[in-house]
C-alpha cells in the first residue's frame, strides 16, 4: 500500500511538473512576438479634425474614421454603465481576464463545434482592437489574455474604458460614443438618455445587425437585454429601465456641414493644414482649428456671386438645353426625379422635359408633375453675340425660336399648383459658364470674413479667389495715384487726356492706349481722371514719375505680381489673384497700414495643446495721409464716376471698378473704414464676356448685393483725416481754388503745404500759373 502511496506520489509530481512545464512552453510559446503593449499609454486614436467659424459654429470635418474624442467625465453617467453591462460586467474586479466568462465560452465553442463565443473582457478588446488581429483561434485567444493582463498592470480601469469607449465601432461609420450619440440622435454623448445609452450599447456585438437604422426590432430587443443587465447588476431601478423602455427614441444624424458651408474657405483651410501639418496629422489627428470665417458674410458673399453669374449668362443669352433626349427615353428621365420634386418650394431650380412648345411658351415634366414655362420668362434667351450688349437686342417672343421638344433645360418654380395634379408655374434658366470670386477682409486685422471661390463647388473646386492669377485692369490705378502723390502730383493735378501713341522701334511695334468710351476730355483733373477711370491720363501719370516707382508702390501694399517694367502695367495688366488685391487695399482703408490677411486664428491639438496662434500683423505700407488722399478720391469714385452703384448702401464708401480688354475680365474693389471685399468676375478660359460686360456692371452689382445683406453689422463710419491734411474747395475745370465764377468745384484732401493758391476765374483749364499750361503742352508734344 505505501509503495501504491509513493507511486501515486511520484506520478503526480510527475504530471504537475509536466503541467507546470507545458503551461510555461505554453505561455513562452504564445509570448513570442508580443507587440508593445505600452504604446497603449500613449493612445492616439484616427480622430476627426473640426473647423470653426470665428463664432464656434462647425464648419466642417476632416477624417478617415468618424471619431471624437470623450473622456469619462465627458460621457452621460449612463453610458460606460451601459456599455459596461452589455460586454463585460466583472470590468473592475477582473485582472483583465475573466476566468468563468472564458470556460463559459469554452463550453459553448465545444458543443458547437467551432468557436461561436469569445468571453473577452474590455481589456481584451482593447488588446484585440488595438495590437492583435481578429483572428478566430486559441493562439490569438492566449495571447490577447497574456497582453490583458499585463495591460491591467500599467493602465487604470479608467484609462482602459476610456480607450474602449472611444475606439469601438459603433456602425453607420461611427466610431466611439460620440460619434455614435452624434449619428443616431443628434446630440453629444454627455446629454445621452438612459435609453440612448442603452442602444448604443447593444451595437458592438454586431454593429450592422443591430442598427436602429436598418433594423429597428432588432435595436429594441437588444436595447431590452442591456437594460435588463443594468437592472440586475442594481445599476438602475426597475422605474427606470420601465420608462426608458418607454421613451420613444427619436433616429437623427447631426448635421455635418462639411463642404456645405463656405466649401471653398474651408478648402484653402485644408491646404493650409495639410502644408504645415501634414495629411496623417489633418486626417487621424482630431485638431481643432478656428478660422476667421463669418458664416453670415460667407453665406451672403455666395449667395451674391450666385445671383451675379446668373444675370450675366442670362445677358449674353441662351447657350442651348442641359441635353436633348429622344422620345424613347423620356420615362426613364422622369422616374429618375419624381422624389425629388416633392420638396421644390418657390425659387428652386429642377430640370425638367419639355413636351410641347409654342410661340406662348412651352410644357413641361419633371417626375410626375406637369408645368408650363411662359415665353415671358425667356426674353433674355437670345442668340449669344458678344458684340451686342442685352439692351441693344430685342426680347424673344416666341418659344419656338429657344426650345424643342426633348430640350432638358433648368427652370424654377415661379408657382406651385394648388393640388398634386395642377400645372406647376416654371420660368427658364441657365446654369452660368462664366465664374468668380468674392473675398472680403476686415480692414484692421486682416481677417478674412468672407471667401468665393466659383459658381458651384461642387462643379468645381479650382479656387478663383486665391488661385486664378487675373488683370485688374482699372482697380489697379489707385496705386498709380497713390505713387503719384508722393511723387508731385495732388487730387487737383491738371493731366492731359488726349491721344498718345508709344512705338518700340526695335520691334516695330505701335502701343496707342485709349479710353474706354473712346473719348478724350482734354486737362483733367487727377480727381475726375480716378472717378470717370481715364486710361490716357493714367498712363501719363505713371510715364512722368516712372513706371518703376508704381510697381515699388504696388509692392509696398503687398501685391505679388510678375511686374516687367512695362508703361501698360498701369492699367492694370500685372496679374494678381482676388485675396492678394484684397490684402493690397486695407492699407488705403486702414491708415495706410497693409494688414497681413488672417484665415486660420487657431489650431488646437485633439488633447488641448495649443500648436498655433495667428495674431493681427501688419505694417505702413504708405502714409496716413497718402492712404486717406486715395480713400476720397475713391469715394468720388462713387459718389460721381464708375462706382456709383455702391451709393446705393447709403454710407461712406470708397471704391475702383476694373475691365480689361474686350470685357475678358470684370472688377470691383470698395471698402469702408472696417471691410475691404473684392469682386472679380470671368471666364476661366479668358474668353471676352460681351459688350459692356464691366466691372461697373458686372463686378459691383455683385458687390452692392453681399454689402447690402452685411452691412448692418458695422456702424455707417467715414475715414477719419489724419494730421497733415488740408481740405480745400477747388474749380473742377482747372485744379485752382473755387472762386465766384467756378462752376463745378470739389472738396478735396492735399497734403498739407501742396494745396492750390490762386483763386480760378472759371475760364480755362489751362488758366493759372505759367508752369501748368507748360506741363500741359510737354504732355502733348
Same mark, same amino acid.
Given at each position: 500500500?505505501?509503495?501504491?502511496?509513493?507511486?501515486?506520489?511520484?506520478?503526480?509530481?510527475?504530471?504537475?511538473?509536466?503541467?507546470?512545464?507545458?503551461?510555461?512552453?505554453?505561455?513562452?510559446?504564445?509570448?513570442?512576438?508580443?507587440?508593445?503593449?505600452?504604446?497603449?499609454?500613449?493612445?492616439?486614436?484616427?480622430?476627426?479634425?473640426?473647423?470653426?467659424?470665428?463664432?464656434?459654429?462647425?464648419?466642417?470635418?476632416?477624417?478617415?474614421?468618424?471619431?471624437?474624442?470623450?473622456?469619462?467625465?465627458?460621457?452621460?453617467?449612463?453610458?460606460?454603465?451601459?456599455?459596461?453591462?452589455?460586454?463585460?460586467?466583472?470590468?473592475?474586479?477582473?485582472?483583465?481576464?475573466?476566468?468563468?466568462?472564458?470556460?463559459?465560452?469554452?463550453?459553448?465553442?465545444?458543443?458547437a463545434g467551432g468557436i461561436k463565443q469569445g468571453g473577452s473582457t474590455i481589456t481584451q478588446q482593447v488588446i484585440k482592437r488595438l495590437l492583435l488581429?481578429?483572428?478566430?483561434?486559441?493562439?490569438?485567444?492566449?495571447?490577447?489574455?497574456?497582453?490583458?493582463?499585463?495591460?491591467?498592470?500599467?493602465?487604470?480601469?479608467?484609462?482602459?474604458?476610456?480607450?474602449?469607449?472611444?475606439?469601438?465601432?459603433?456602425?453607420?461609420?461611427?466610431?466611439?460614443?460620440?460619434?455614435?450619440?452624434?449619428?443616431?440622435?443628434?446630440?453629444?454623448?454627455?446629454?445621452?438618455?438612459?435609453?440612448?445609452?442603452?442602444?448604443?450599447?447593444?451595437?458592438?456585438?454586431?454593429?450592422?445587425?443591430?442598427?436602429?437604422?436598418?433594423? %429597428?426590432? &432588432?435595436?429594441?430587443? @437588444? #436595447?431590452?437585454?442591456?437594460? $435588463? +443587465?443594468? /437592472?440586475?447588476? !442594481?445599476? *438602475?431601478?426597475?422605474?427606470?429601465?420601465?420608462?426608458?423602455?418607454?421613451?420613444?427614441?427619436?433616429?437623427?444624424?447631426?448635421?455635418?456641414?462639411?463642404?456645405?458651408?463656405?466649401?471653398?474657405?474651408?478648402?484653402?483651410?485644408?491646404?493650409?493644414?495639410?502644408?504645415?501639418?501634414?495629411?496623417?496629422?489633418?486626417?487621424?489627428?482630431?485638431?481643432?482649428? %478656428?478660422? &476667421?470665417?463669418?458664416? @453670415? #458674410?460667407?453665406?451672403?458673399? $455666395? +449667395?451674391? /456671386?450666385?445671383? !451675379?453669374? *446668373?444675370?450675366?449668362?442670362?445677358?449674353?443669352?441662351?447657350?442651348?438645353?442641359?441635353?436633348?433626349?429622344?422620345?424613347?427615353?423620356?420615362?426613364?428621365?422622369?422616374?429618375?426625379?419624381?422624389?425629388?420634386?416633392?420638396?421644390?418650394?418657390?425659387?428652386?431650380?429642377?430640370?425638367?422635359?419639355?413636351?410641347?412648345?409654342?410661340?406662348?411658351?412651352?410644357?413641361?415634366?419633371?417626375?410626375?408633375?406637369?408645368?408650363?414655362?411662359?415665353?415671358?420668362?425667356?426674353?433674355?434667351?437670345?442668340?449669344?453675340?458678344?458684340?451686342?450688349?442685352?439692351?441693344?437686342?430685342?426680347?424673344?417672343?416666341?418659344?419656338?425660336?429657344?426650345?424643342?421638344?426633348?430640350?432638358?433645360?433648368?427652370?424654377?418654380?415661379?408657382?406651385?399648383?394648388?393640388?398634386?395634379?395642377?400645372?406647376?408655374?416654371?420660368?427658364?434658366?441657365?446654369?452660368?459658364?462664366?465664374?468668380?470670386?468674392?473675398?472680403?477682409?476686415?480692414?484692421?486685422?486682416?481677417?478674412?470674413?468672407?471667401?468665393?471661390?466659383?459658381?458651384?463647388?461642387?462643379?468645381?473646386?479650382?479656387?478663383?479667389?486665391?488661385?486664378?492669377?487675373?488683370?485688374?485692369?482699372?482697380?489697379?490705378?489707385?496705386?498709380?495715384?497713390?505713387?503719384?502723390?508722393?511723387?508731385?502730383?495732388?487730387?487737383?493735378?491738371?493731366?492731359?487726356?488726349?491721344?498718345?501713341?508709344?512705338?518700340?522701334?526695335?520691334?516695330?511695334?505701335?502701343?496707342?492706349?485709349?479710353?474706354?468710351?473712346?473719348?478724350?476730355?482734354?486737362?483733367?483733373?487727377?480727381?475726375?481722371?480716378?472717378?470717370?477711370?481715364?486710361?490716357?491720363?493714367?498712363?501719363?501719370?505713371?510715364?512722368?514719375?516712372?513706371?518703376?516707382?508704381?510697381?515699388?508702390?504696388?509692392?509696398?501694399?503687398?501685391?505679388?505680381?510678375?511686374?516687367?517694367?512695362?508703361?501698360?502695367?498701369?492699367?492694370?495688366?500685372?496679374?494678381?489673384?482676388?485675396?492678394?488685391?484684397?490684402?493690397?487695399?486695407?492699407?488705403?482703408?486702414?491708415?495706410?497700414?497693409?494688414?497681413?490677411?488672417?484665415?486660420?486664428?487657431?489650431?488646437?491639438?485633439?488633447?488641448?495643446?495649443?500648436?498655433?496662434?495667428?495674431?493681427?500683423?501688419?505694417?505702413?505700407?504708405?502714409?496716413?495721409?497718402?492712404?486717406?488722399?486715395?480713400?476720397?478720391?475713391?469715394?468720388?469714385?462713387?459718389?460721381?464716376?464708375?462706382?456709383?452703384?455702391?451709393?446705393?448702401?447709403?454710407?461712406?464708401?470708397?471704391?475702383?471698378?476694373?475691365?480689361?480688354?474686350?470685357?475678358?475680365?470684370?472688377?470691383?474693389?470698395?471698402?469702408?473704414?472696417?471691410?475691404?471685399?473684392?469682386?472679380?468676375?470671368?471666364?476661366?478660359?479668358?474668353?471676352?464676356?460681351?459688350?459692356?460686360?464691366?466691372?461697373?456692371?458686372?463686378?459691383?452689382?455683385?458687390?452692392?448685393?453681399?454689402?447690402?445683406?452685411?452691412?448692418?453689422?458695422?456702424?455707417?463710419?467715414?475715414?477719419?483725416?489724419?494730421?497733415?491734411?488740408?481740405?480745400?474747395?477747388?474749380?473742377?475745370?482747372?485744379?485752382?481754388?473755387?472762386?465766384?465764377?467756378?462752376?463745378?468745384?470739389?472738396?478735396?484732401?492735399?497734403?498739407?503745404?501742396?494745396?492750390?493758391?490762386?483763386?480760378?476765374?472759371?475760364?480755362?483749364?489751362?488758366?493759372?500759373?505759367?508752369?501748368?499750361?507748360?506741363?500741359?503742352?510737354?504732355?502733348?508734344?
Amino acid at each position: 500500500m505505501k509503495k501504491l502511496f509513493i507511486g501515486g506520489v511520484i506520478i503526480g509530481s510527475i504530471l504537475l511538473l509536466c503541467g507546470i512545464g507545458g503551461g510555461l512552453g505554453l505561455y513562452l510559446w504564445a509570448s513570442r512576438d508580443l507587440p508593445n503593449f505600452k504604446t497603449l499609454t500613449d493612445y492616439r486614436p484616427p480622430l476627426v479634425t473640426t473647423v470653426y467659424a470665428r463664432d464656434g459654429q462647425i464648419m466642417g470635418y476632416f477624417y478617415r474614421e468618424k471619431r471624437f474624442l470623450a473622456t469619462l467625465p465627458q460621457m452621460a453617467p449612463y453610458v460606460p454603465k451601459a456599455f459596461l453591462a452589455a460586454e463585460d460586467a466583472g470590468f473592475y474586479q477582473h485582472d483583465g481576464v475573466d476566468p468563468a466568462a472564458i470556460f463559459r465560452a469554452f463550453l459553448r465553442n465545444l458543443t458547437a463545434g467551432g468557436i461561436k463565443q469569445g468571453g473577452s473582457t474590455i481589456t481584451q478588446q482593447v488588446i484585440k482592437r488595438l495590437l492583435l488581429s481578429s483572428e478566430k483561434s486559441y493562439q490569438r485567444k492566449l495571447k490577447e489574455a497574456i497582453l490583458a493582463y499585463r495591460l491591467e498592470k500599467y493602465l487604470t480601469k479608467d484609462e482602459i474604458l476610456t480607450i474602449y469607449l472611444n475606439h469601438i465601432y459603433l456602425g453607420a461609420g461611427a466610431y466611439g460614443v460620440e460619434a455614435a450619440a452624434r449619428t443616431y440622435f443628434g446630440k453629444h454623448v454627455a446629454d445621452l438618455t438612459l435609453a440612448e445609452a442603452a442602444m448604443l450599447a447593444g451595437l458592438p456585438q454586431a454593429p450592422t445587425r443591430y442598427n436602429p437604422y436598418q433594423n %429597428w426590432d &432588432a435595436a429594441k430587443a @437588444r #436595447q431590452h437585454y442591456v437594460l $435588463e +443587465q443594468m /437592472l440586475e447588476k !442594481g445599476w *438602475i431601478t426597475r422605474q427606470e429601465m420601465t420608462e426608458a423602455l418607454a421613451q420613444p427614441l427619436v433616429l437623427k444624424s447631426m448635421d455635418d456641414y462639411s463642404w456645405k458651408k463656405g466649401p471653398w474657405y474651408l478648402e484653402e483651410v485644408r491646404r493650409w493644414l495639410i502644408e504645415r501639418y501634414g495629411e496623417t496629422e489633418v486626417y487621424e489627428g482630431g485638431l481643432h482649428v %478656428w478660422t &476667421a470665417c463669418d458664416l @453670415r #458674410q460667407q453665406d451672403a458673399a $455666395e +449667395q451674391a /456671386l450666385h445671383r !451675379g453669374l *446668373i444675370d450675366s449668362t442670362r445677358r449674353r443669352g441662351w447657350e442651348g438645353p442641359v441635353r436633348h433626349l429622344d422620345s424613347n427615353v423620356y420615362s426613364s428621365f422622369l422616374s429618375d426625379g419624381s422624389e425629388a420634386a416633392k420638396d421644390l418650394k418657390k425659387g428652386d431650380w429642377v430640370k425638367v422635359l419639355v413636351t410641347r412648345v409654342q410661340p406662348s411658351g412651352a410644357d413641361v415634366r419633371f417626375g410626375a408633375f406637369s408645368g408650363q414655362i411662359s415665353v415671358a420668362t425667356m426674353h433674355w434667351a437670345r442668340k449669344p453675340d458678344p458684340r451686342h450688349a442685352t439692351e441693344e437686342v430685342a426680347a424673344v417672343r416666341d418659344a419656338t425660336q429657344v426650345l424643342k421638344p426633348g430640350d432638358v433645360v433648368w427652370a424654377s418654380v415661379d408657382e406651385r399648383p394648388s393640388a398634386d395634379k395642377g400645372t406647376w408655374q416654371l420660368a427658364l434658366q441657365q446654369e452660368p459658364t462664366v465664374e468668380g470670386a468674392v473675398v472680403s477682409m476686415l480692414a484692421k486685422t486682416g481677417d478674412i470674413v468672407a471667401l468665393v471661390g466659383g459658381y458651384s463647388f461642387e462643379r468645381s473646386q479650382f479656387n478663383r479667389a486665391t488661385q486664378a492669377k487675373r488683370q485688374p485692369g482699372s482697380s489697379f490705378k489707385p496705386i498709380v495715384y497713390s505713387a503719384a502723390l508722393d511723387n508731385g502730383f495732388t487730387p487737383a493735378s491738371v493731366v492731359l487726356d488726349a491721344p498718345i501713341v508709344f512705338t518700340d522701334y526695335s520691334t516695330s511695334q505701335v502701343w496707342k492706349p485709349e479710353n474706354y468710351e473712346e473719348d478724350f476730355r482734354g486737362p483733367t483733373i487727377l480727381r475726375t481722371a480716378l472717378a470717370k477711370s481715364l486710361n490716357l491720363v493714367t498712363i501719363r501719370v505713371a510715364q512722368r514719375i516712372g513706371i518703376s516707382k508704381v510697381e515699388e508702390r504696388a509692392k509696398e501694399l503687398g501685391l505679388d505680381a510678375n511686374f516687367q517694367g512695362n508703361l501698360s502695367e498701369a492699367l492694370g495688366t500685372a496679374e494678381v489673384t482676388p485675396l492678394n488685391m484684397c490684402d493690397a487695399y486695407t492699407a488705403f482703408a486702414n491708415g495706410g497700414m497693409e494688414a497681413k490677411p488672417r484665415m486660420v486664428l487657431r489650431v488646437v491639438d485633439a488633447w488641448g495643446k495649443e500648436l498655433y496662434t495667428d495674431e493681427p500683423e501688419s505694417h505702413q505700407a504708405v502714409s496716413p495721409q497718402n492712404a486717406y488722399l486715395i480713400a476720397s478720391m475713391m469715394k468720388e469714385v462713387v459718389r460721381d464716376g464708375t462706382g456709383w452703384r455702391a451709393r446705393e448702401l447709403g454710407r461712406p464708401v470708397a471704391g475702383k471698378t476694373g475691365t480689361t480688354n474686350e470685357e475678358r475680365d470684370a472688377w470691383f474693389v470698395g471698402y469702408t473704414p472696417y471691410l475691404v471685399s473684392v469682386v472679380y468676375v470671368g471666364f476661366d478660359d479668358h474668353r471676352p464676356m460681351g459688350k459692356n460686360e464691366t466691372g461697373a456692371r458686372a463686378a459691383s452689382s455683385i458687390w452692392v448685393d453681399y454689402r447690402k445683406q452685411v452691412e448692418d453689422e458695422f456702424p455707417p463710419t467715414d475715414f477719419p483725416q489724419p494730421p497733415g491734411v488740408t481740405m480745400v474747395r477747388i474749380d473742377g475745370q482747372n485744379g485752382l481754388l473755387a472762386g465766384p465764377a467756378t462752376q463745378e468745384s470739389y472738396f478735396l484732401p492735399f497734403y498739407a503745404g501742396t494745396e492750390p493758391t490762386q483763386v480760378s476765374t472759371g475760364t480755362s483749364s489751362l488758366e493759372g500759373e505759367k508752369t501748368t499750361g507748360e506741363d500741359l503742352l510737354k504732355q502733348v508734344y
